[in-house]
Structures are given as C-alpha cells and as structure tokens.
C-alpha cells in the first residue's frame, strides 16, 4: 500500500511528500511487531536513478506474489523527490546533499528536521539497503560499500545481494552524517549499494540487485519465493585499489569492456586528441585486477578519474 510518511507545505503552493509503498504479509494470523523489517529506500541523491527501477520490480515482484511474504519489506523510492524531479543531486534551493545532514535535529532547518523524522521511520527495522548509483562520469559494476567499523556485522549479509564486489571503506568523519552511519549506529544493519552510471538504467544491473534483496529475505526468513542463484562477490578487504588518472586532457575512448579482468600493462584505453588526430596518452594497467570503475563521460582533463582496479592479493 502506498502511502505519505511526510508531507510539508511548500512556499510555492505544493507539497514536499515523501512516500513508502508497505508490503505485509497476507491474513491476520500474525503479529507485525513479530516480524521482520526491511526497509529499502533510494533517490537520496536525485540525480542517481538505478534505485528507481530497482523499487519499480521489487514492487512489482512483491504485488505479484503477496503469499510468499513473511515479513514487512517497506519501499521509499525517492526520499529526495524535488532533486529527482529537477535533475538535481543534492536538496534544491538548499544546495544541499541530502546524505550529509544525518541524523538531523527535530529542532533543526527544515531539511535536519526532515532527517531526523526519517531516522524515526526506520529506526526499528532490522535491515535497510540505501541504493545510490555512479555520477555521470564513471561506470561502477554492482557493489556494496561498508564502513570498516561495522564491516564485522555487515558483510555476511552484503554478500547475499547478488553484486560483483564488497568494498570496505575506511572510517572518514565525513561519513558519519550518512544515512547508512547513523541508522548502523542505532543497530539497523544498513547496506549502501552502488551500481552503475549517474541519470541512467542499467536494467541488468537493477535486476540482479531485486534478486539479491529478494535474496537477503529468504535468508532471513521473509520471503518464500524462488531466487536466482547468487555470485559470491570479490570482498576488498586486503586487497589494493589502484587508481589510473588522465595525465593530459583530451577524449577518452575506452578499449575494454567494463568489469573485465586485466593485467599488468594492458591498454584499458586512451586518450586522444581530435585537433591534430593524435593519441597523447594510452591508459595502462599497473596491476593484475578487476576493473571495477570505468570513466563513462569521454571528456577528461590532467588528473580526471579514468579507472579503479581492484587487486589481486
Ligand atoms: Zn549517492
């Protein structure tokens, strides 16, 4: 069912809504305090939209099968509505990011209120997936990312989610005002994934990521529907990330596929130049890896992020 967990008089004579489409198990002949919660909530960055189609199927898988539910799975597609409405990753007119004003402050400006209010609407769920997507300017494959302080109670249920890669983050201050920071920190095991390109779809991705979170339910009891077999994904933990930066600006053409596996010297691409027809730089490999991060947007200036590479060992 869905329905308005916040509503707020605008200036302009609208309504800023954020809203949740609630399943719950068919029948009565249970207690909803008894059951499990997952909350999946996206749009909090409004130019990110893979989260978009994701809360599209898993709605729809959910409607289509009512009786296989056992637990409550609430669904927020957009808790940053006007940036998604406006194209605008951060809060407009605030020319804020939304993801850097956690928990909020009940006495705050209206977006800390607005905060705070969320981390009461989730503050009893037992799990919560934040789904953010890349920018517009690189390509990133299926992963999850995890604070290194809560890696411990998270990983084992990051690897449930069907992506390619578990990336586990040193603890930085500035990530204690996420979303994911402050309901960990309240014991909601939260998950922050990331997949793909900024303002695009890429369904393939989205459908593996509805498989996994159906996935993470049946493991825990929540949901009794078949699911397609999950990859054991690559976890960071000891591994190196290498880094391959543009020294020259240019145009960036890629030679490889995105998520492929290179070695040390390989050409991932290069970048040249239109005016005189030449190449002024081929992007190597300095590692044996996974190449998990790919520059999506062609235009590249000294030192713009061309690939990340996750090493071997
Ligand atoms: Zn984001």
New binding site residues.
């Given amino acids: 069912m869905v329905e308005e967990i916040l509503s707020l008089a605008q200036p302009v004579n609208e309504r800023l809504v954020i809203k949740r489409n609630r399943h719950v198990p068919v029948g009565n002949n249970y207690k909803t305090e008894e059951l499990k919660r997952l909350c999946v909530v996206s749009g909090?960055?409004g130019d990110?939209l893979e989260g978009q189609y994701i809360c599209y199927e898993l709605n729809r898988r959910l409607n289509e099968h009512p009786e296989l539910l056992r637990g409550i799975v609430d669904v927020y597609p957009a808790l940053n509505p006007m940036g998604i409405d406006t194209m605008q990753r951060g809060v407009p007119f605030f020319d804020l990011d939304m993801?850097r004003i956690f928990p909020g402050n009940v006495n705050g400006a209206v977006e800390e209120w607005i905060a705070s209010q969320l981390i009461k609407e989730f503050a009893d769920a037992d799990f919560a997936i934040d789904i953010?997507?890349s920018n517009l300017f690189l390509r990133e494959i299926p992963q999850v990312r995890v604070n290194i302080n809560s890696a411990e109670d998270l990983i084992e249920y990051a690897q449930m989610l069907d992506v390619d890669f578990v990336w586990v983050h040193q603890a930085s201050t500035v990530l204690e005002s996420t979303l994911a920071y402050s309901l960990n920190s309240i014991g909601v095991k939260t998950l922050v994934v990331e997949a793909g390109v900024g303002m695009r779809i890429t369904v393939d991705y989205c459908e593996r990521l509805v498989n996994g979170i159906l996935n993470l339910l049946k493991n825990e009891g929540m949901w009794l529907g078949e699911v397609d077999p999950v990859r054991q994904p690559v976890v960071s933990a000891d591994r190196a990330v290498s880094f391959i930066n543009a020294e020259t600006s240019g145009v960036f053409v890629p030679t490889i596929r995105h998520s492929s596996q290179v070695i040390p010297g390989e050409i991932i691409g290069r970048i040249v130049d239109p005016f005189e027809g030449k190449v002024k730089q081929e992007c190597v490999s300095p590692v044996i890896g996974l190449l998990f991060t790919l520059r999506e947007y062609p235009i590249v200036n000294e030192g713009s992020l061309i690939a990340r590479i996750l090493g071997e060992n």
């Fill in positions: 909090i960055h990110e993801n953010h997507a």
